[in-house]
């Protein structure tokens, strides 16, 4: 049996990877690997709340490994936090790494470089699939995500906080990949076969920060409160 962290951002390439590896017989699914901007408290570039970062990991049964990254985060420190990562996941007895990866070659690389050293094997479930033919099987199959970040220089800023659905892959330009593996957008998964449950989301501000268009979301349960 292989023992595999998945490398989590709280998007949908990452909870569809989860999905193809939990209906292998020889995978066990140890735990949801995470990088946190410490400054905010949230996923680095997606701005996931920690919270949801939570109930996404309740949902799926499993552990949240969370790395804490400063803001702002040069390579060395970020390649430092990962290395410290993979030293306790050596010593937890954990074979493979996951990752939602798509087509880029030069982040697979990167990957591969970065834990060639550690003797974990890096693993891309989803690794050309065209994106076409995986978003239409992600939506068919059950996934609800929410766009939760735009770079306007790819992509109107109205698509931020947008249900990615079929509607939303008939109104994207030609030029924007459809899964946004170019860093068009971003996602956040609230739903799906990975999940034993959903996650009631609450639609909070759109904001402007860093040259990209946030929209913040929070579980339903905090909004409750907050009354």
């Not at 292989?2 to 066990?28: F, N, T, Y």
């Not at 939602?100 to 891309?124: H, K, M, N, W």
């Amino acid at each position: 049996m292989k023992r595999v962290l998945v490398s989590w951002s709280s998007g949908k390439d990452c909870a569809w990877a989860l999905h193809l590896l939990q209906q292998q017989p020889d995978i066990e699914i140890v735990g949801l690997l995470t990088t946190i901007n410490a400054e905010f408290d949230r996923v680095a570039m997606h701005g996931t709340r920690r919270a949801i970062l939570e109930a996404q990991a309740a949902a799926a049964n499993l552990p949240l490994w969370d790395v804490l990254l400063p803001w702002p985060c040069s390579n060395e420190i970020y390649e430092m936090r990962m290395a410290e990562t993979c030293m306790r996941a050596i010593s937890e007895g954990i074979d493979a790494i996951a990752f939602g990866d798509l087509f880029l070659r030069d982040v697979r690389a990167y990957r591969e470089t970065q834990l060639r050293s550690t003797g974990i094997e890096p693993l891309f479930p989803l690794w050309d699939i065209p994106t076409h033919e995986l978003a239409h099987t992600m939506i068919a199959g059950g996934l609800r995500a929410k766009l939760v970040c735009v770079d306007p220089r790819q992509l109107d800023p109205s698509f931020a906080g947008r249900e990615f659905d079929i509607d939303l892959l008939h109104d994207l330009p030609s030029t924007v990949d459809p899964c946004g593996e170019r860093g068009e957008f971003h996602s956040c998964v609230y739903d799906g076969p990975m999940f034993s449950r959903p996650i009631a989301l609450d639609a909070g501000e759109i904001v402007n920060r860093d040259g990209f268009v946030y929209a913040d979301f929070k579980p339903h349960s905090l909004q409750a409160q907050a009354r």
